[in-house]
């Protein structure tokens, strides 16, 4: 069992940044990329980024490409979404989720991520 935590959201003007976390307690991340999605009002939840377990393959969707970061503390249980640059496009409900098969790089479907947290408003003024 995996419970993952999201914080960090909240009002921002464009072109500014968040930091967005996600903590994860009960089992560790092992060998399990997590993955950041974001849901906009309206709209399909769509994949942002995923890392893997050593933070040496990532991948990112082209819309965010250059402007945000994920990354990861595995001491501390806890992956990171910088973002920069934050457009008004970009407001949405984040999430986090754990991908539901070990070392599989890339996942963007949503359904085969098997543990989520409960989400973190980001909004972007223009």
């Known amino acids: 069992q995996v419970q993952l935590v999201e914080s960090g959201g909240g009002l921002v003007q464009a072109g500014g940044s968040l930091r967005l976390s996600c903590a994860a307690s009960?089992?560790?991340?092992?060998?399990?990329?997590i993955g950041w999605f974001r849901q906009a009002p309206g709209k399909e939840r769509t994949f942002v980024a995923s890392?893997?377990?050593?933070?040496?393959?990532?991948a990112y969707a082209d819309s965010v490409k250059g402007r945000f970061t994920i990354s990861k503390d595995n001491a501390k249980n806890t992956v990171y979404l910088q973002m920069n640059s934050l457009e008004p496009e970009d407001t949405a409900v984040y999430y986090c989720?754990?991908?539901?098969?070990?070392?599989?790089?890339?996942?963007?479907?949503?359904?085969?991520?098997?543990?989520w947290g409960q989400g973190t408003q980001v909004t972007v003024s223009s």
């Open positions: 890392i893997n377990r050593s933070g040496d393959r990532i």
């Open positions: 009960g089992r560790t991340f092992g060998n399990y990329y």
């Open positions: 989720a754990k991908d539901s098969r070990p070392l599989r790089f890339g996942e963007t479907k949503g359904h085969e991520y098997d543990y």
